[in-house]
T-cell receptor, first 111, second 112 residues
Framework: GENVEQHPSTLSVQEGDSAVIKCTYS??????FPWYKQELGKRPQLIID?????GEKKDQRIAVTLNKTAKHFSLHITETQPEDSAVYFC??????????FGTGTRLQVFP | NAGVTQTPKFQVLKTGQSMTLQCAQD?????MSWYRQDPGMGLRLIHY???????DQGEVPNGYNVSRSTTEDFPLRLLSAAPSQTSVYFC???????????FGPGTRLLVL
């Protein structure tokens, strides 16, 4: 079945710097790749997603890139702010509704 | 709309007890799923449903049962709780033809 690996597990950046989180997936049939942000004690919230027919998508300070050949996709956050501190999860969809998640990245943005 | 709701918020069980985690959505979503979240392991899919009367297994289905008698409700049953089932459980739903999945607030379960 699908397997999603996510790196790094923790990431610390200075406010204003950029942050990059990378994921790889195993199932070449996967066609949907969302990113979720989860604050402590809260539910995961979708922040951006990309489909397999698109190479890059941007929404203000966040962007996602997809390399289907290498089966890699990445989350880029520019001009980080303290409120960006959270755990970020990537996921890949295999099959009808099987969303397989990565193990998460704890991002800390220091003022 | 209340969105996706889950009850209870927190539950303590003894090993061997049974219980049902409730999940409901009022958005007329066809697809519903149950995940468990453990530290360092992300969210893992337990069971999912693509519509009333249809369910299927996810990554970690053992020890859990589900049914989907209505579009709105998707309960998760633990028949004989084990300490390994201590976790935070999230229910999620999405509309057919759309990818965005909405999560409920979660149920924190502790099995002693």
């Amino acid at each position: 079945g699908e397997n999603v690996e996510q790196h790094p597990s923790t990431l610390s950046v200075q406010e204003g710097d950029s942050a990059v989180i990378k994921c790889t997936y195993s199932d070449s049939a996967s066609n949907y790749f969302p990113w979720y942000k989860q604050e402590l004690g809260k539910r995961p919230q979708l922040i951006i997603d990309i489909r397999s027919n698109v190479g890059e998508k941007k929404d203000q300070r966040i962007a996602v890139t997809l390399n289907k050949t290498a089966k890699h996709f990445s989350l880029h956050i520019t001009e980080t702010q303290p409120e960006d501190s959270a755990v970020y999860f990537c996921a890949a969809k295999a099959g009808t509704d099987k969303l397989i998640f990565g193990t998460g990245t704890r991002l800390q943005v220091f003022p | 709309n209340a969105g996706v709701t889950q009850t209870p918020k927190f539950q303590v069980l003894k090993t061997g007890q049974s219980m049902t985690l409730q999940c409901a959505q009022d958005m007329n979503h066809e697809y519903m799923s149950w995940y468990r979240q453990d530290p360092g392991m992300g969210l893992r899919l337990i069971h999912y449903s693509v519509g009333a009367g249809i369910t299927d297994q996810g990554e970690v289905p053992n020890g859990y049962n589900v049914s989907r008698s209505t579009t709105e409700d998707f309960p998760l049953r633990l028949l004989s709780a084990a300490p390994s089932q201590t976790s935070v459980y999230f229910c999620a739903s999405r509309k057919g033809g759309r990818e965005t999945q909405y999560f409920g607030p979660g149920t924190r379960l502790l099995v002693l």
